[in-house]
């Protein structure tokens, strides 16, 4: 694993308060699909809801439409 890929993985969500912003997107009505964000497509430029389609996603996910 690169140190990019460290970076916009796991530590960017922790800097992020990725849960906060989960549940924010929830109780919107625009749920943040379960998704292993080392695989994430990450783009720090896109911070629209045209968002891409999770890369390894979970199998089980209660919230999907």
Known sequence: MTEEK?????????MTHAGQLAMLRRIHGAPVPPENFIYAEI????LTTDQPEPVRPDEEWKERL
């Open 43 to 46: 783009d720090a430029a896109n």
């Open 6 to 14: 460290m970076l916009q993985g796991p530590l960017a969500d922790a």
